[in-house]
């Protein structure tokens, strides 16, 4: 099974920068898309950002120019790399990986999360 570890949150200013990183084990890169989500306080669980099989990725309004996800595929790691940020991009943030094969819908594999905090 695909093993998900998030790390690099943690707080920042409004304006500032956070890296994020989560290590994949059990996987293997052009079989999966990968996504980050972002759960606000008191509110629901969003997806932000994803790369499909092929490394494209895109991004919700929300964040487009001031994120970019990318993945090392040697060292099995995606990243989140956050700027400018916002206080509402405020959040625990979780990568998550779909089987290509399941048209990058079915998020069955789940990190635990790290926390942001932007003030």
């Known amino acids: 099974d695909v093993q998900l570890v998030e790390s690099g949150g943690g707080s920042a200013q409004a304006g500032g920068s956070l890296r994020l990183s989560c290590v994949a084990s059990?996987?293997?890169?052009?079989?999966?898309?990968m996504a980050w989500f972002r759960q606000a306080p008191s509110r629901e669980l969003d997806g932000i950002a994803a790369i499909d099989g092929s490394g494209r990725a895109t991004y919700v309004p929300a964040i487009e120019g001031r994120f970019i996800a990318s993945q090392d595929n040697a060292r099995n790691i995606l990243w989140l790399h956050m700027s400018h940020l916002k206080p509402e991009d405020t959040g625990v943030y979780t990568c998550?990986?779909?089987?290509?094969?399941?048209?990058?819908?079915?998020?069955?594999?789940w990190g635990h999360g790290t926390q942001v905090t932007v003030s």
């Open positions: 998550a990986a779909a089987p290509v094969s399941s048209g990058c819908q079915s998020y069955n594999y």
């Open positions: 059990g996987y293997t890169h052009n079989r999966y898309c």
